[in-house]
């Protein structure tokens, strides 16, 4: 696509890569360097977006364990196989992650080199529509594949996280507290209800963007707000498995806890603790306030959310009755399952060879 109508280069895949390499070295940097007095608003606002190294120590690991073994999305389809099945689905799954780079950021990086040499003046004035743009170069009948596999992908989404939604309401909230007695007919519509209601919600939230989602990228915005409740989660998850202290009034307090923590640090810290402390350092954010990198929110939330739930659960009995019970079995792997996660592992280290 960024071959010789374009840049010269040459023509396939292989040859626009390289283009891309060349025209946009800097968009290939998975380590973001740490501000400066004299860096731009622009470097600023990508730091606060992924805050380099710091961001690995802090916030990138909640969110991807929180996701993995917290998601309802993800669990719901684990729970219904045995282990080594889900095991096996989820590190193939894991696989298909690291594919991501290629299907969404290239894309965008190679309208943005198209963009800059002149060849997208349809995206004059508005960027929104840089992904359709760059499908205008593909043939005929891959942009018809092209399509169909977005539509896929999105109607495919989309009837998974229909389905959280109707299984935690009708489930976790409906049949516990207002409808105990409820038939299954009963909650069968009282989940298509509640999927209902969560799509026209959806389609109020974001009409007329009412969100600022279109502002910071809907990557980004997801990323971040589903920071909000990750560490509490997270931190509930964590300390319920492995610590059979851990009591179950230390469990609501860490989720209520984590996002209050979440929303002080993300949205009033630097205005009440400063702009520089042992803990953080805060960066203008261009629209004349100061924000802490979203990551490092999340990394001083669950610090501080597991402190306090080891605190009241030292005020408890030793073992909680009502523990989980972990059976150290489940920690033994296959050696095919150990020959895919060192892959993954090699697949991952070397991404951050070539692209630190």
């Given at each position: 696509m960024v071959g010789d109508n374009y840049t010269g280069v040459g023509s396939g895949a292989i040859a626009g890569f390289k283009a891309l390499l060349h025209n946009a070295p800097e968009h290939f940097k998975m380590i973001i360097p740490r501000p400066t007095a004299s860096s731009t608003q622009n470097e600023v606002n990508k730091y606060l977006t992924f805050p380099g190294?710091?961001?690995?120590?802090?916030?990138?690991?909640?969110?991807?364990?929180?996701?993995?073994?917290?998601?309802?999305?993800?669990?719901?389809?684990?729970?219904?196989?045995?282990?080594?099945?889900?095991?096996?689905?989820?590190?193939?799954?894991?696989?298909?992650?690291?594919?991501?780079?290629?299907?969404?950021?290239?894309?965008?990086?190679?309208?943005?080199?198209?963009?800059?040499?002149?060849?997208?003046?349809?995206?004059?004035?508005?960027?929104?529509?840089?992904?359709?743009?760059?499908?205008?170069?593909?043939?005929?009948?891959?942009?018809?594949?092209?399509?169909?596999?977005?539509?896929a992908a999105i109607v495919a989404s989309l009837a998974g996280k229909v389905n959280s939604i109707s299984t935690i309401y009708t489930l976790d909230v409906h049949k516990k507290y207002f409808g105990k007695q409820a038939d299954e007919k009963k909650l069968v519509y009282t989940g298509r209800a509640a999927v209902f209601v969560a799509m026209i919600l959806a389609v109020i939230f974001t009409w007329n963007d009412i969100l600022g989602i279109g502002g910071v990228g809907g990557f980004t915005y997801i990323q971040k707000y589903t920071g909000f409740i990750s560490p509490g989660v997270f931190a509930m998850f964590f300390l319920g498995m492995f610590w059979k202290r851990t009591t179950g009034l230390a469990a609501i307090v860490g989720v209520i806890l984590g996002f209050v923590l979440s929303v002080f640090f993300n949205e009033f810290a630097p205005a009440v603790m400063g702009h520089e402390n042992i803990l953080y350092t805060a960066y203008p954010n261009g629209n004349g306030g100061y924000e802490i990198p979203f990551h490092i929110c999340m990394g001083l939330s669950f610090l501080f959310t597991m402190i306090v739930m080891i605190a009241i659960s030292l005020g408890g009995p030793k073992v909680n009755a009502k523990a989980f019970e972990l059976d150290t079995e489940m920690f033994k792997v296959r050696p095919q399952t150990l020959a895919l996660i060192v892959v993954i592992l090699l697949l991952i280290a070397a991404l951050y060879v070539k692209f630190w």
């Open positions: 190294l710091a961001s690995y120590a802090a916030g990138i690991w909640i969110i991807n364990l929180n996701y993995w073994g917290c998601n309802q999305y993800i669990t719901q389809r684990a729970l219904g196989a045995d282990l080594q099945t889900a095991r096996t689905g989820i590190l193939f799954a894991a696989f298909l992650k690291l594919m991501m780079p290629i299907i969404v950021m290239l894309p965008g990086i190679a309208a943005f080199v198209l963009y800059k040499d002149g060849h997208l003046p349809q995206l004059v004035g508005g960027k929104d529509g840089a992904y359709s743009a760059v499908l205008t170069f593909l043939p005929t009948g891959l942009k018809g594949l092209s399509v169909a596999a977005l539509t």
